[in-house]
């Protein structure tokens, strides 16, 4: 079966770097697009960051743009999020997700599978 685990969370300080991984099996990162999304308590679930199934376009976030980077090795089966100059209010639940709509899709409810999340947390 499919299974997304994410590794690379932490507590870190404003201005860090933190990079985080999603280890895909059951799946080929080649037929899949991979997402990030990002969660704080009492709020939905927010894209963060995407990578297309085919050519590897990637797409962001306003808030994560120029900051943050998707990026995946499809022969390991891994997804990474290198995430640059962070804030305070980058602290959430970082999750992978994979679907294989045509384009990359911004509504967490349309991804087809979950990993189970990693905290980061960015100090003041």
């Known amino acids: 079966q499919v299974q997304l685990v994410e590794s690379g969370g932490g507590l870190v300080q404003d201005g860090d770097s933190l990079r985080l991984t999603c280890a895909a099996s059951g799946l080929m990162l080649t037929e899949y697009n991979m997402a990030w999304f990002r969660q704080v308590p009492g709020k939905e679930r927010e894209f963060v960051a995407g990578?297309?199934?085919?050519?590897?376009?990637?797409v962001y976030s306003n808030s994560v743009k120029g900051r943050f980077s998707i990026s995946k090795d499809n022969g390991s089966k891994m997804v990474y999020l290198q995430m640059n100059n962070l804030l305070p209010e980058d602290t959430a639940v970082y999750y992978c997700?994979?679907?294989?709509?045509?384009?990359?899709?911004?509504?967490?409810?349309?991804?087809?599978?979950w990993g189970q999340g990693t905290q980061v947390t960015v100090s003041s």
């Open positions: 990578i297309l199934w085919n050519n590897g376009v990637t």
């Open positions: 997700a994979a679907d294989k709509y045509p384009i990359i899709l911004k509504v967490a409810d349309r991804y087809d599978y």
